[in-house]
């Protein structure tokens, strides 16, 4: 039977209908413009509202909604907690999803988008088939959603994959506090924030990103000056494929996958660099498995936290 997939991330809400075969019928997509709290949360049941409505207009009967959300979501309350959203520390998403669809029947799953992006690989990107898989999630910040014998590891406390936090560097710095070392060097906004702090040491006053602002700066400026040559962007992107290799490696040795999937929007751009990533991780990572594992771009782009939402909903995961 058909389902619902929302997919909420930190500045827009994905959502859509589909078939229980991974077929999307239709799909909206909204900007959360300053929302924050519960206008975010009712912005998420009014587009399960809409979406319910819709399907029965064309005859079609929901039989599950599927949630992707950008932090932790408690399995056992159903409550999340969303950094980038004002207001969404335990937030009661599940109970305000149940009272608005008024239909005892209705599952409901919501899940971290972490969880979702490997979800929705296995379910129709380049996981399909694998038992063991990772997604490396680069974008604004850093997360991993993790399949270890086809099934999403969650941790003890449903906060297992938030790798931004892993260390990769000594001795820890007060700057790391907020977000962790791997996030503050690699991610999105760590391009950015790396960048600004070595044009402050004045070293790099011919780069071109010396004449944008540091407000506006970020991390599409860098790849687009690392294109040009710029001495400034291809110290930040080095350091950057040092950070996603070690990881790599990390994950490697601990896990054995079979493939370890890039996305999130630094990826993008960054596909490029997946040899020099690889090669980087074959220097710390356990050689055997390093030998047996593929890495690879999303089949899914954006797209991959819906698809997961969708998976969601039609498994029960």
């Given at each position: 039977?058909?389902?619902?997939?929302?997919?909420?991330?930190g500045?827009?809400?994905?959502?859509?209908?589909?078939?229980?075969?991974?077929?999307?019928?239709?799909?909206?997509?909204?900007?959360?413009?300053?929302?924050?709290?519960?206008?975010?949360?009712?912005?998420?049941?009014?587009?399960?509202?809409?979406?319910?409505?819709?399907?029965?207009?064309?005859?079609?009967?929901?039989?599950?909604?599927?949630?992707?959300v950008?932090?932790?979501?408690?399995?056992?309350?159903?409550?999340?907690?969303a950094?980038?959203?004002?207001?969404?520390d335990?937030?009661?998403?599940?109970a305000?999803l149940?009272?608005?669809?008024?239909?005892?029947?209705?599952?409901?799953?919501?899940?971290?988008?972490?969880?979702?992006?490997?979800?929705?690989?296995?379910?129709?990107?380049?996981?399909?088939?694998?038992?063991?898989?990772?997604?490396?999630?680069?974008?604004?910040?850093?997360?991993?959603?993790?399949?270890?014998?086809?099934?999403v590891?969650?941790?003890?406390?449903?906060i297992?994959?938030?790798?931004?936090?892993?260390?990769?560097?000594?001795?820890?710095?007060?700057?790391?506090?907020?977000?962790?070392?791997?996030?503050?060097?690699?991610?999105?906004?760590?391009?950015?924030?790396?960048?600004?702090?070595?044009?402050?040491?004045?070293?790099?006053?011919?780069?071109?990103?010396?004449?944008?602002?540091?407000?506006?700066?970020?991390?599409?400026?860098?790849?687009?000056?690392?294109?040009?040559?710029?001495?400034?962007?291809?110290?930040?992107?080095?350091?950057?494929?040092?950070?996603?290799?070690?990881?790599?490696?990390?994950?490697?040795?601990?896990?054995?996958?079979e493939?370890?999937?890039?996305?999130?929007?630094?990826?993008?751009?960054?596909?490029?660099?997946?040899?020099?990533?690889?090669?980087?991780?074959?220097?710390?990572?356990?050689?055997?498995?390093?030998?047996?594992v593929?890495?690879?771009?999303?089949?899914?782009?954006?797209?991959?936290?819906?698809y997961?939402?969708?998976?969601l909903?039609?498994?029960?995961?």
């Amino acid at each position: 039977m058909p389902v619902i997939a929302i997919d909420l991330g930190g500045t827009k809400l994905a959502a859509a209908v589909f078939t229980d075969q991974g077929d999307i019928v239709f799909k909206t997509n909204t900007s959360l413009e300053k929302r924050q709290g519960g206008e975010v949360g009712e912005l998420v049941t009014q587009h399960a509202k809409d979406l319910l409505n819709k399907a029965a207009e064309i005859n079609l009967t929901i039989s599950s909604i599927g949630v992707s959300v950008p932090g932790i979501a408690y399995a056992k309350t159903g409550n999340v907690w969303a950094p980038n959203i004002p207001g969404w520390d335990h937030y009661p998403l599940l109970a305000e999803l149940q009272s608005a669809i008024k239909n005892k029947e209705m599952r409901v799953r919501i899940d971290s988008d972490r969880a979702c992006y490997i979800l929705g690989e296995v379910w129709k990107g380049n996981a399909r088939g694998c038992r063991d898989a990772i997604f490396l999630a680069v974008g604004t910040g850093i997360g991993s959603g993790i399949l270890v014998n086809q099934e999403v590891l969650r941790g003890a406390h449903d906060i297992g994959g938030a790798i931004g936090w892993m260390g990769l560097d000594r001795p820890y710095q007060e700057k790391y506090n907020n977000c962790g070392c791997f996030e503050y060097h690699a991610s999105g906004k760590g391009l950015a924030r790396v960048a600004k702090e070595l044009l402050d040491s004045g070293i790099y006053n011919q780069s071109k990103l010396s004449a944008i602002s540091h407000s506006s700066l970020s991390a599409k400026d860098v790849f687009a000056a690392y294109e040009t040559g710029d001495d400034l962007s291809k110290k930040i992107i080095g350091n950057a494929i040092e950070c996603w290799g070690m990881a790599v490696a990390n994950l490697v040795s601990l896990f054995n996958p079979e493939k370890i999937i890039f996305g999130g929007g630094v990826f993008g751009p960054a596909i490029q660099f997946l040899d020099a990533i690889s090669a980087e991780a074959r220097k710390w990572a356990q050689p055997i498995s390093m030998k047996q594992v593929v890495l690879t771009g999303s089949a899914l782009g954006n797209d991959a936290g819906l698809y997961g939402a969708g998976y969601l909903a039609v498994n029960g995961f």
